[in-house]
């Protein structure tokens, strides 16, 4: 009996391990893969011309920053960089106040409407970005705000402020309206309630959407492209668009493009990371009704 | 608790004058993050507007290739002495469709990003069609096209003017030349092809597919690289790509065999831009190709410099096809041009007339070779240096057939290359690829 019973134990033992084994393969399978365009982003970035087309590819180069050199000299790299640096820190602030005091207003007045109005706001989101670019243009032009960095923070903000409204809706529902009360039994007015009270019960959803909406501005091209012509506003994702190789058109300076996609990745992941529990709880608890 | 809620939710007046008064302060914040002055142009700052009068700069854009160049010869030639208007040179975008974003919203809101534009073939018909660009006939002085050889005067006619109206005058005029591997062909004893089948021929002498190294290398993958090789070699066969003839046919017909039967070319060229097609050459791959002039800087540049010897990269002219020694190549170009929405309308005109001036124009040429072409006292101030030397020899020779043509450029190459890759790599027939582009075409109107 003990003796048929063992190769049983062993089995049942050993299907967990096996199990788990496949998970991590699977799971370090899948992270080399997601890996690999990274890996050539920074490969590409810190090789020179002629090594990035070599056959067979040269997997590990002496490295050089040459390129990033290059690339100060033949764009104003460090007015770029400003510009993305404010016009994303901009955008993020400009759209979460504004997107904020909008859904405190969405979850908790009950205004006729509202409820089409937040349906129409989000409907906003499904306009493509360049159907509007005449009328923005426009606008901009109006106002005198074009090849500025505050023309780009109020249009980017706008276009962003639907999707942050509609996420930061469901997350002050979830606050207890009774934390609200208490507050003012203790004397608060609106403001040291929405200052005091709710925005740090909310902190995990306005860290979220502001992450995702600097993300969201430092990548833009579509605005800094039609919108500023000269280094007073451009960005860094506009100079992918201006670097060039030797004294023509003709060929592609890929080594360069990679080195400012290097520069512009670099920022994004070090600011996931800094924040990556406030995002993982924020997209948990906005998930939950 | 919905009864608590709304017994004790704040009142409206209270909501808005809170709201009004935080989006007024963010909107408020968000304008006062300065704007980085821009760094005054040292071009533009040593200009000086004409005293008493407010003189707005004329703006040019150009690539940044081009940036430098553009200014040392404004400020060489004393454009602002000469005009009174200050200038400023801004860079656009290296591509079509990056530019066509930021022109259109521009022009379309009735302003402009720059006054003049320095730009290229594919833009030339989506600008000139959507009626962005001035006309530019009465700036021409009156002997003006004397100095122009008739193959640049004929893509004039066909490129650079819409509806009977000049919109651009080239500056640039370069051509696919033929680099071959002299050292390679004296080694093996043979002569430089002259025609089609005299490349055929060379499958079996400098192919060696064990090796990687092929007889002929291009760079020929979709997004208009393709159709780049497919108009060369069409117009060598007497013809365009965009006609769908019995020349189009031929030539499809010639690089399948040159790809699959005659082993001359690199199959992988498929999947190949210009920038590997010049590190397949200068990795000792290829015997010849067809590039454009970049290539002989790039032969000759620093990261090369142990490769490169004057062997390696000789230019010679292309082998003709059924069209003839008239019909070897083409020339594209780049040109300048006056947006029509520009508020700076004089000093547009100021800055266009200088730029195309004959005195200028050869000033251009000694401060950078992005100004290269076969304008004849261009050509000859040049003094046959650098690619100078080739394109002068390309123009004697005759050698030069019109850039192939279609009113909708951009969408027709498209259709010629998806129908011809699809038949270059065995998915279709040379009937249905035929087919295809002819109905494609069509629908184009």
């Excluded at chain 2, 007024?24 to 040593?46: H, K, Q, W």
């Excluded at chain 2, 690539?63 to 656009?92: C, I, S």
């Excluded at chain 2, 005058?169 to 089609?196: A, C, I, Q, S």
């Excluded at chain 2, 690289?225 to 066969?237: C, P, R, S």
Aim: aromatic share 12%; hydrophobic share 45%; proline share 6%.
């Amino acid at each position: 009996m003990s003796t048929m019973n063992t190769p049983v134990r062993q089995t049942r033992s050993l299907r967990p391990r096996l199990g788990a084994l496949w998970t991590y393969l699977l799971a370090i399978s899948y992270s080399l893969l997601i890996l690999v365009p990274v890996y050539w982003l920074v490969r590409s970035a810190f090789s020179t011309a002629s090594q990035l087309n070599k056959v067979p590819p040269i997997w590990l180069p002496a490295p050089t920053l040459q390129n990033f050199t290059t690339l100060i000299t033949q764009v104003p790299f460090f007015a770029y960089l400003s510009n993305s640096f404010w016009f994303s820190v901009g955008t993020t602030l400009a759209s979460l106040a504004v997107s904020f005091l909008a859904a405190y207003a969405f979850a908790r007045l009950e205004i006729p409407g509202s409820a089409v109005l937040l349906w129409v706001l989000t409907l906003s989101m499904a306009l493509p970005d360049v159907g509007t670019i005449v009328p923005l243009y426009r606008i901009l032009a109006g106002l005198h705000l074009l090849d500025t960095i505050a023309g780009l923070i109020l249009v980017l903000s706008s276009t962003l402020a639907p999707f942050t409204v509609w996420v930061l809706v469901s997350f002050i529902k979830q606050v207890p309206y009774e934390i609200e009360e208490a507050a003012r039994i203790d004397g608060a007015s609106l403001a040291q309630i929405m200052w005091r009270v709710l925005l740090p019960v909310s902190m995990p959803g306005l860290v979220t959407m502001g992450l995702i909406n600097f993300i969201n501005a430092w990548n833009n091209l579509l605005y800094p492209l039609s919108f500023s012509t000269s280094k007073a506003a451009k960005t860094l994702s506009v100079s992918i668009t201006e670097v060039f190789a030797g004294y023509s058109p003709w060929g592609k300076p890929w080594e360069l493009i990679m080195a400012v996609g290097v520069v512009m990745v670099a920022p994004v992941v070090v600011l996931v990371l800094l924040s990556q529990r406030s995002i993982v709880s924020g997209l948990t608890r906005g998930a939950i009704k | 608790m919905e009864n608590q809620q709304s017994q004790n939710r704040i009142s409206r007046r209270q909501f808005l004058q809170i709201a009004s008064i935080t989006a007024a302060g963010a909107a408020l914040a968000a304008c006062a993050v300065p704007a980085l002055p821009a760094a005054p142009d040292a071009a533009a700052g040593a200009a000086s507007a004409a005293p008493g009068a407010e003189v707005q700069p004329v703006r040019i854009a150009v690539g940044g290739w081009a940036e430098q160049g553009t200014k040392d010869l404004l400020t060489n030639t004393g454009f602002t002495e000469k005009t009174g208007f200050p200038f400023e040179v801004m860079l656009r975008t290296d591509t079509k469709e990056t530019e066509l974003a930021r022109m259109a919203s521009a022009v379309q809101a009735g302003n402009v990003p720059y006054d003049v534009l320095d730009f290229e073939d594919e833009l030339a018909t989506s600008f000139s069609q959507a009626g962005y660009m001035r006309g530019l006939d009465d700036l021409l002085p009156a002997d003006f096209w004397a100095e122009f050889p008739d193959a640049m005067v004929e893509n004039h006619k066909i490129w650079s003017t819409y509806n009977g109206e000049l919109f651009r005058v080239l500056h640039n005029w370069e051509m696919p030349y033929w680099y071959y591997r002299k050292d390679w062909f004296d080694e093996k004893g043979v002569e430089v092809p002259k025609t089609w089948d005299d490349v055929r021929a060379l499958g079996p002498v400098f192919t060696d597919e064990a090796n990687g190294v092929y007889a002929q290398t291009e760079g020929m993958i979709k997004g208009a690289f393709l159709n780049v090789y497919l108009a060369w070699i069409t117009l060598q066969a007497g013809g365009s790509p965009f006609d769908v003839g019995p020349e189009y046919e031929t030539s499809l017909q010639y690089i399948h065999d040159l790809l699959h039967d005659d082993k001359v070319l690199n199959p992988a060229s498929l999947q190949k831009d210009y920038n590997q097609q010049n590190a397949d050459y200068v990795a000792d791959k290829v015997a010849f190709m067809r590039q454009w002039p970049f290539f002989y800087d790039v032969a000759r540049s620093e990261d090369n410099k142990a490769w490169f010897d004057e062997s390696k990269v000789q230019i010679a002219l292309p082998p003709a096809g059924p069209g003839g020694a008239n019909m070897l190549t083409y020339a594209a170009g780049w040109g300048h041009g006056i947006v029509k929405t520009t508020p700076n309308m004089a000093g547009a005109e100021a800055l266009f007339k200088h730029l195309i001036d004959s005195e200028t124009a050869v000033e251009a040429v000694k401060t950078s070779y992005w100004f290269l072409s076969a304008r004849k006292p261009v050509l000859e101030a040049s003094e046959g240096k650098g690619v100078a030397g080739p394109l002068k020899m390309y123009s004697d020779a005759g050698a030069l057939g019109v850039r192939p043509f279609h009113p909708r450029f951009v969408e027709a190459l498209t259709v010629i290359e998806d129908t011809a890759s699809a038949y270059l790599t065995d998915q279709i027939t040379l009937e249905q690829s035929l087919a295809q582009a002819t109905d494609g075409l069509a629908k184009l109107g």
